[in-house]
């Protein structure tokens, strides 16, 4: 190898890598850029420190050695640190553009700027030490020491070039010492010996605590780089989601208003035909089509409530309701289908008010006692409920086909139905135990399953004591619900608000079966300008949402102030619990549509029973 080439290796050496683009990695540039940025600055800041020491060495040893020795080497000293503050100031200004071959040259900048540094302060040995006496001595090597620990300091960041440093600096004390007094001063020699030696050391393992800090944050600030683009991806996500849930919710409320509307003139023109027919034949067709609405209601809610469930839409509305007399009324409608197969229905219920989600909570319950009466072909079903120590358990026992032990937990799965291949619509549509789980999850309720194959099932709900609110004093009755007869509908004058024309036709058709004169709105306007004409009626028949999005409950709050808010019933699509308690809060009662002419009928008839009817 030349004596160039040798050259250049040290230089190499000294910078820490080679002036070459692929000399540097992404952490080694950092450490290289940020070691030289301290560097400077600390250059920048021991100016003044510089400038006061050597005014005070001037003043104080002014008497004492050759002045112009004197006044040399300090101001050697302070020129050379200027000249080092101009050329940091320079590095720092073009640090952050700085590619390889620039933080290459910064290095060697570095490096010979502050061996000219030490060279300078060492050499004060020379210019004042071989004619000072023992106090002037003391004050040259203590500055001497003093400066190669302030190098040892700022070579902490980069402490390749650092020996090189401290043998210009203390080795030519070292040197003096030995060789250049007239007795050599062994101990003297070997003390500052052991100095560089342990100002090298020291050094070094800060060399060492300054890269591995460097590649501590280098690494933090990669991982909260990556957590920032996470973080971005994440929002994306979510606002993406945000968005599909909120279409989702969009066509949800479409489909619960939008799909109804047909689903609903269709039952109540099949209410209308029922009570015109009086052929034995057209009746039974009727009823066929009446079932088969029927079922096509049950699954298209199903479907939707599913859906607001997985979309996260349904919140619980708390109430308090007596639960025996919901109990009661779920048997009295399950009766009707459990006497056509033979089945006796049980109830044994004590009086118990709770707070929970009413409808919710119904729906659930209705599901199992259902499906009880479905899956069941002979025996019976009970009802009951059992207060323990922890809270209430509501109990629906069957003695029907009973469920495998591999089954129980699949059962409550989308769809799924045991035994039921060809999708038989008298088995349903496989939704109502998942619908029960979900609303289960929801009100915090906790739903178990005992079953044996040919024996039977128990489906039992515990609601927690927290939800349990009083007991009530009287027993239930489970005499069967009469239904109202629409002979007190007769010549009654009812307002129908509607702005779907075949929900008008079909209502309009319906009342007239039962007696009832009617009269037509589409619009809130329209039924301004009746009763601001002296129209007055016996009833009101109101949509909940007409075509300009105008709530029916503002319309049903204005009539209120002219007639009783019992003879004002409200007709929604929209099944969410929350706008149903809206509704009924406001002291109306609300049928959620595809209505039942019995329901109706029911409702209409329950209007006129308030004192004014």
Known sequence: MSAFSRRLALLDYIAGFAPFESALDRSQASRAVESQRIRAAQSEKSLWLILITGAVYLFGLWDEVARMNLAVWVGSIIALAIIRVLVCHRIVARLEQAGVSELYRNEITLFFTSLLSCLAVGSGVWWIGLDANLRSGFALILLTLIYAIGTTTNSSFHSRGFPFLLVANLGQVLMFLLFFLQSPEFEGAVAVAAIMFLLTEFARRNAEVFAESIRIRDENLAQNAKLEKDKLIIEKALNLARKANEEKNRFMAAASHDLRQPL?????????????????????????????????????????????????????DVTEFRLDIMLKNIADAAKQEAEQKNLAIHLYVAPVTVRSDMLLMERMLRNLVVNAVRYTEKGAISIQTRRLRHGLVVSVIDTGVGIELADQERIFQDYYQISNPSRSKGKGSGLGLAIVKRIASLLDLTVSLKSERGVGSNFSVLIPLRAIVEESPRSVSTESVIRPDHSRLQNRDVLVVDDDESILDALTVLLQTWGCHTTRATSSEQVDRLMSSGGRFDLVLLDDMLDNQLSGLDIALRLADIMPRERIIMATG??????????????????????????????LVDGLNDPSG
């Open 264 to 316: 609903h003139a269709m039952t109540l023109f099949l209410g209308s035909l029922r009570h015109l027919s009086t052929d034995p034949r057209m009746i039974e067709l009727v009823d066929k089509i009446d079932e088969t609405s029927t079922i096509l209601h049950e699954q298209f809610n199903s479907l939707l409530d599913l859906s607001k469930f997985d979309a996260g839409v349904v919140a619980a």
């Open 574 to 603: 929209n099944a969410n619990s929350t706008r149903l308690g809206q509704i009924r809060d406001a002291g109306f009662n609300v049928l959620v549509k595809p209505v039942d002419a019995k329901d109706l009928l029911e409702a």
